[in-house]
């Protein structure tokens, strides 16, 4: 346990150096005192499990890494390897999105050629089309606050979409319904797991 204990130390004085940091710096973000911080670099104590998790999060890296007595150039390998995935998936959630974006292009390219009235609305159609794509990969692989945002993006440009689509009923009263259902989407995020 001695060992461990060491490893841990070591990996996280060196993480905090290597992203140019203080002490007390650190002691701000994670809201400890840097006298804790200090004793968790030196191996007098452990910071526990949660406190863990929150450091590996804060500076990018696994649970393993932090544990792991392999020299750091081994270990930046594993992290570079963790962040060829975070960018994959950022990449292919852009590329769903822009097929909502290629195939409305494609239909108001085509209304155009032929003749019929121009669904420059499909453009309109595309953002809360894009924020459900968004949503799905989210739920995969992204934080529940971004969750947030894309369901208030949709809500919103959903309203937008109906008013624009009836422009002719006058439905402005339409973006009254927006307003439970933000209260709503607040409070869900509020939720904890």
């Not at 060491?6 to 990996?11: E, F, G, K, P, S």
């Not at 940091?21 to 191996?43: C, F, P, R, V």
């Not at 439905?171 to 933000?182: A, R, S, T």
Request: include cysteine.
């Amino acid at each position: 346990m001695e060992n461990l204990k060491q490893v841990i130390a070591n990996n996280l004085a060196f993480l905090r150096k290597k992203n140019k940091m203080t002490q007390l710096e650190l002691a701000e973000k994670m809201n400890y005192s840097d006298k804790s911080i200090s004793k968790w670099e030196h191996g007098d104590t452990l910071p526990d499990i949660e406190v863990l998790h929150k450091l590996a999060e804060y500076y990018g890296v696994t649970l393993d890494y932090l544990v792991n007595d392999q020299p750091h150039e081994e270990k930046e390998k594993l992290f570079s390897i963790k962040n060829q995935n975070k960018s994959n998936q950022i990449i292919i959630t852009c590329l769903a999105v822009s097929f909502v974006w290629i195939l409305a292009t494609i239909i108001f390219v085509y209304s155009n050629f032929a003749g019929t009235p121009k669904y420059w609305m499909i453009f309109l159609w595309a953002i809360p089309a894009s924020c459900l794509i968004l949503l799905y990969f989210n739920k995969i692989w992204g934080k529940k606050i971004f969750s947030f945002y894309i369901m208030s993006i949709l809500t919103w440009s959903l309203l937008a979409c109906f008013y624009m689509q009836f422009l002719t009923y006058n439905m402005f009263l339409i973006f009254v319904i927006g307003i439970p259902i933000q209260i709503a989407i607040i409070l869900w995020s509020q939720l904890k797991k």
